[in-house]
């Protein structure tokens, strides 16, 4: 019997011990965390302003839409707002900004979400610094025209005849949508028929577009969001492509002849080429 108790108290010492054992490596753990939170640098914050409520193309911003919070300076997203001077103006101020696309509740306002103070949130607002605003014809029959809403990217078709042939060529790819018809708006949910789709493109291109549109027919193909920065490549198709056919090179037979006389005749007669 004192046997049995002695192996129980053995036991119960060590369950003791292990359970001290383990409670001072918590501890420990415990003291180095707070050692590395101590030494840690703090996290430097810049505020920044966001939308109180969903804002739509074309409405005023006004202060009393926005919020400040609190951001990790290293994440501030880029051209985001952090003076309310520079994004409202200074007090006094009676130019305003122009939402340039539907803005979500929370949504970080940066420059490019907004037009500047007292510009109008037309076409010209949205375009980039040496860009040019140029109308495409299209219709149900130029691709997509449908589906198309301002924002998108898309690839240009030409379709025409070169050299008497008839041809489909890529001319253009990852073109910028900014106004279908007279809508420069994101909100077109319904699909639509357009008429025209104004593109943003160097002046160059502006060039490029007008030959092209004078010469053949233009198509437009939608471009994937996953794929918009990636490049196509060089696509051009015959007909002869388009139904594989062979060009097939005929040689031609060489003929030799000599130049005879018969009385006043001049007579030509062939003969075997010796080259």
Request: include cysteine.
């Amino acid at each position: 019997m004192r046997l049995v108790f002695l192996l129980v108290l053995i036991v119960g010492f060590g369950v003791a011990g292990f359970a001290v054992y383990l409670a001072m490596q918590q501890f420990s753990n415990y003291e180095k965390q707070l050692d590395i939170a101590r030494n840690t640098s703090p996290i430097k914050l810049t505020r920044v302003f966001i939308t109180k409520v969903p804002l739509t193309y074309g409405q005023t911003l006004r202060e009393s839409d926005l919020d400040v919070v609190q951001w990790p300076a290293k994440g501030v997203p880029k051209n985001a707002f952090t003076d309310i001077n520079v994004l409202i103006g200074p007090e006094g101020n009676d130019k305003v900004r122009t939402v340039l696309r539907q803005l979500d509740a929370g949504e970080v306002i940066t420059s490019t979400k907004v037009t500047k103070l007292g510009e109008d949130a037309g076409v010209a607002a949205q375009l980039e610094k040496g860009m040019r605003a140029f109308a495409l014809r299209v219709d149900v029959a130029s691709g997509v025209s449908g589906f198309l809403r301002p924002g998108d990217k898309v690839d240009v078709y030409w379709s025409g005849n070169l050299d008497r042939e008839p041809i489909t060529k890529l001319i253009l790819e990852n073109i910028s949508l900014v106004a279908i018809d007279q809508k420069t708006e994101e909100q077109g949910n319904r699909a639509t028929v357009a008429r025209t789709v104004t593109v943003a493109v160097s002046p160059r291109v502006v060039g490029e577009l007008i030959q092209a549109q004078s010469t053949g027919s233009l198509l437009l193909s939608l471009r994937s969001v996953s794929e918009e920065e990636e490049s196509t490549g060089s696509i051009e198709v015959t007909q002869r492509d388009l139904l594989d056919i062979k060009e097939r090179r005929v040689e031609r037979r060489r003929i030799c002849t000599i130049v005879t006389r018969k009385g006043g005749e001049a007579v030509t007669i062939e003969i075997p080429c010796t080259n």
